[in-house]
């Protein structure tokens, strides 16, 4: 057979273990907060329905990897099979069809916890990947605009969790009931709102002058128009901007009136959860790409790498479960942006690669002592102490130490044939430089003393 080349499609990425520990341990630490929030988790299948995905949209099309299903027939002829299947392209849809499908068993409010990968064809970027990790939390069937801003502070405790302090990162928080109603204001066309949001939300990657070119180009805004987005976008990322500011700018709009009112509420709200005011701000710039929100949107950036996109973002999406039939549902949630907050966080030099789980790994050089080293090694694991046996090739004592130093073991216990004879072990400190004999029923003491259990 010919040789397979062993490389990845591009967008794609393998984990091996010393990114892969310190990343399950950045996991943890963000699914204690959801817990502590009281969020439940919940899993989905990675393949949906096409139309379940699309929803309607047809702009989420073009992100779609889709699955073919074929099957060969007694004949030997493909036969496709009858369900247009592709990848989800993130969990909220997901989440929204469970909602709708089982209506007795989803107590409401439901909030709602859920890791997974997820797939969309994009172009490859910086931190930005075809197939990426996803955690999700979300509130669904609680209008209250408390729920949102309990969105908030979890993305702010999340954000903690994982190691960063004040003035690093700045949740940003606007409405899309604001920026619906520019339309109103600025004086263009409804159905082009879309459009135009798109473009504006651009604005924390591109300067205004890309954003104006691409809304006189691509969206054929008038000049009169765009001068107007570039007054409210002054205005709204003015150091001492107040939603009075966007009240005066906006009063033409009664939507927009009602979004400035909602977001006043949620700072209320913020205030009183005790979110430090430093850590999040209201921006109106930010619009959020995706179709389905319907009132606060909000997204995280990193203040030392304000270029590598959001790391935790979302919104309220009032009118999603409602298409598959259902009665409207209100809801609100976050994502958090797995692989591109460990790319950041890497990058700032917040991760320490670990290419170990195990802290202690007891040698096994001696034919006589297999069965202690084992015996050894069974105590160490059932009182909790992260224990490998060595099962390699090496057959003597230097080879198997020259591993364990290599692979950066804190602790060696050593048995050989001497040790067993004597029914003892000697318990070697690397880090330290230490060694000590023990006997064989007092090693699990001197490894707990050693390693601080």
């Known amino acids: 057979m010919d040789s397979i080349v062993p490389e990845l499609a591009g967008g794609f990425r393998d984990y091996l273990p010393k990114e892969m520990i310190p990343r399950q341990k ?23 329905k096409t139309d379940v995905l699309l929803g309607g949209e047809k702009e989420s099309d073009k992100m779609l990897f889709r ?22 392209f993130d969990l909220t849809v997901p989440l929204a069809r469970v909602v709708a499908q089982y209506p007795n068993e989803i ?18 970027q910086a ?38 302090g004040d003035g690093s990162f700045l ?46 180009g691509a969206v054929q805004l008038p000049t009169g128009a765009i ?21 005066r700018l906006l009063a033409s709009s009664p939507q927009a009136e009602e979004g400035i009112r909602e977001l006043a509420e949620i700072a209320a709200c913020l205030n009183a959860f005790g979110v430090p005011p430093d850590a999040w701000k209201i921006d109106l710039s930010v619009a959020r790409g995706l179709g389905y929100y319907t009132g606060t949107v909000f997204e995280t950036t990193l203040t030392a790498l304000p270029n590598i996109g959001s790391v935790i973002s979302g919104g309220r999406y009032d009118g999603l479960v409602a298409r ?28 320490i690669e670990q290419s170990l789980t195990a802290k202690v790994i007891v040698l096994n050089f001696a034919p006589e002592a297999r069965k202690v080293c084992a015996k050894v090694t069974g105590e160490l694991r059932r009182v909790g102490i992260a224990t490998d046996l060595y099962l390699g090739n090496e057959g003597n004592f230097k080879g198997q130490l020259a591993y364990a130093v290599a692979q950066e073991y804190l602790i060696v ?32 003491g001197a490894v707990e003393r050693l390693i601080g259990v």
Not at 27 to 37: D, S, T, W
Not at 145 to 162: G, H, K, N, S, Y
Request: hydrophobic share 45%.
């Open 26 to 48: 950045m996991l943890e630490k963000i699914k204690e907060v959801f817990e502590r929030f009281g969020f439940v988790p919940l899993d989905t299948p990675g393949i949906e």
């Open 67 to 88: 699955v073919r299903k074929a099957t060969r027939s007694e004949e030997g002829m493909e036969d496709v099979g009858k369900d247009d299947l592709s990848l989800r």
């Open 107 to 124: 107590k409401k409010p439901f909030k709602r916890y859920q890791f997974g990968r997820v797939w969309r064809g994009e172009r490859q």
């Open 127 to 164: 931190g930005r990947f075809r197939e990426f990790t996803q955690l999700d939390a979300d509130i669904v069937g609680s209008a209250d605009l408390l729920a949102d801003a309990e969105i908030v502070a979890l993305m702010d405790a999340t954000m903690r969790a994982v190691g960063f």
């Open 171 to 216: 949740i940003r928080v606007s409405n899309r009931k604001v920026l619906n109603g520019l339309a109103v204001y600025a004086g263009f066309p409804e159905t082009l709102t879309p459009t135009v949001l798109r473009a504006i939300d651009k604005l924390g990657k591109s300067e205004w002058d890309a954003v104006a070119a691409e809304l006189a």
């Open 227 to 247: 001068e107007k987005l570039r007054t409210f976008v002054e205005v709204c990322q003015a150091p001492t901007f107040v939603l009075d500011d966007a009240r």
């Open 324 to 351: 598959f039939g259902a009665q409207p549902v209100p809801a609100t949630g976050t994502s958090v942006g797995v692989d591109r907050l460990f790319v950041a966080m890497r990058e700032l030099g917040m991760i």
């Open 413 to 444: 216990v050593i048995i050989g044939k001497d040790e067993v004879a004597r029914q003892v072990a000697q318990v070697k400190d690397l880090a330290r430089r230490t060694q000590e004999e023990v006997p064989l029923e007092l090693v699990e």
